[in-house]
C-alpha cells in the first residue's frame, strides 16, 4: 500500500496526513454546528479547536515519543517526522482537554459542557484519521490468514493492505474504526435524549472508546509498552472507570438537574480574545 497519495513540486503529500486533516474539518464544522445551538460565538469555538488541536498533536506526538525513547534519544530529527505516524491519541486527549480547561476558565464557560459538544466530533475523527494506519501499513494485528480475514468479512480490498510482505494481518485500524464510526452514532443519540446530564455525554465517550480499544489493542503488535504491559490497555481502563464513576455520580442527581440540553444552559460569550 502507498503511502503516499501525490507528489508536488517534489513534496509528497501522504494519506496518513490528509486523512487526519480531513477528520479534523468534518470535526470541527460539527462541532461548531452544535455549540451555534448555545450561541457561543464562531470565533470562540474556531480559537478552541485550533489550540487544542495544535496542542493536542504536540501531545499526541510527545507520548508516542515518550515510550518509545530509546529509539528517539538516537533520532532525533524523526521525532518531527510526523507524517510518518506515531501518533498516541491517549497523548493528544490529555493534552486537548489541559487546552479545554483553559479556555473554559478564560471565557467561564463549562468545562464538561465543551466536552460533551466536543465528543461526537472527536471520536468520528478518530474514525477517520485510523484510515491513515492502513496506507502506513501500521497499528495491525498479530498474523492470520486470508481464509480467516474473509470470515471477519473484511473488504478483500482491506485484505490485499493487509498482505505485507507475503504475511496476512488483522487490520486491527479498520476493527477500531468501526467502533469509533458506531461510537458516533450512539453519542449523537444519547446527547439527543431529553435529560442527558452535562457530563454524560462526554463519560459514555470514556467508556465507549476504551472499551473497545483495550480488546482491540491485545490484537495490536506494536503496541506502546510499559514494564510487561501495554499502555494502551493500562490508560483504557483508567479511562472507562473514570467515565463509569462519574456517570454512576450523575445519575444521582435530581432528574431535572444540569441538563445539557436545558434552554436556560444556554448563554452568548460576548467577548473573545482573538489573540489567545
Known amino acids: 500500500m502507498d503511502s503516499i497519495m501525490f507528489s508536488i513540486f517534489g513534496i509528497d503529500i501522504r494519506w496518513y496526513s490528509f486523512l487526519i486533516l480531513i477528520g479534523i474539518i468534518i470535526g470541527v464544522l460539527l ?15 474556531f480559537n478552541m479547536c485550533f489550540w487544542t488541536i ?14 518509545n525513547f530509546s529509539y528517539y534519544k538516537s ?59 492502513f496506507f502506513n501499513a501500521e497499528a495491525h494485528g498479530i498474523a492470520t490468514t486470508y481464509s480467516r480475514l474473509q470470515e471477519l468479512l473484511v473488504p478483500e480490498f482491506i485484505i490485499k493492505g493487509m498482505n505485507i510482505g507475503g504475511i496476512y494481518y488483522l487490520p486491527t485500524f479498520y476493527f477500531e474504526s468501526l467502533w469509533c464510526l458506531l461510537g458516533f452514532v450512539v453519542l449523537l443519540i444519547i446527547r439527543r435524549y431529553k435529560y442527558i446530564k452535562i457530563g454524560a ?18 490484537w495490536r503488535t506494536d503496541s506502546l509498552m510499559l514494564g510487561g504491559f501495554k499502555v494502551a490497555q493500562i490508560i483504557s481502563v483508567i479511562l472507562f472507570l473514570t467515565g463509569l464513576v462519574y456517570l454512576i455520580y450523575l445519575s444521582r442527581k435530581g432528574k431535572y438537574e444540569n441538563l445539557y440540553n436545558d434552554i436556560n444552559e444556554k448563554r452568548v460569550v ?7
Request: glycine share 8%.
Open 31 to 45: 462541532l461548531e454546528r452544535e455549540a451555534k445551538k448555545f450561541n457561543y460565538p464562531k470565533d470562540l469555538i
Open 75 to 133: 533520532n532525533i530529527l524523526e521525532i518531527f517526522a510526523v507524517w510518518n505516524g506515531g501518533l498516541a491519541i491517549h497523548g493528544g486527549l490529555i493534552a486537548g482537554a489541559i487546552t479545554i480547561i483553559f479556555f473554559a476558565k478564560k471565557y467561564h464557560l463549562n468545562f464538561l459542557k465543551l466536552l460533551d459538544m466536543a465528543a461526537p466530533s472527536l471520536i468520528l475523527a478518530q474514525a477517520i484519521g485510523r484510515w491513515g494506519n
Open 201 to 218: 455525554t462526554t463519560c459514555i465517550y470514556l467508556m465507549w472508546y476504551s472499551l473497545g480499544r483495550f480488546f482491540i489493542e491485545a
Open 270 to 276: 460576548k467577548k473573545v480574545d482573538k489573540h489567545v
Open 54 to 67: 495544535i496542542i493536542g498533536i504536540i501531545g499526541a506526538r510527545l507520548y508516542y515519543v515518550l515510550f
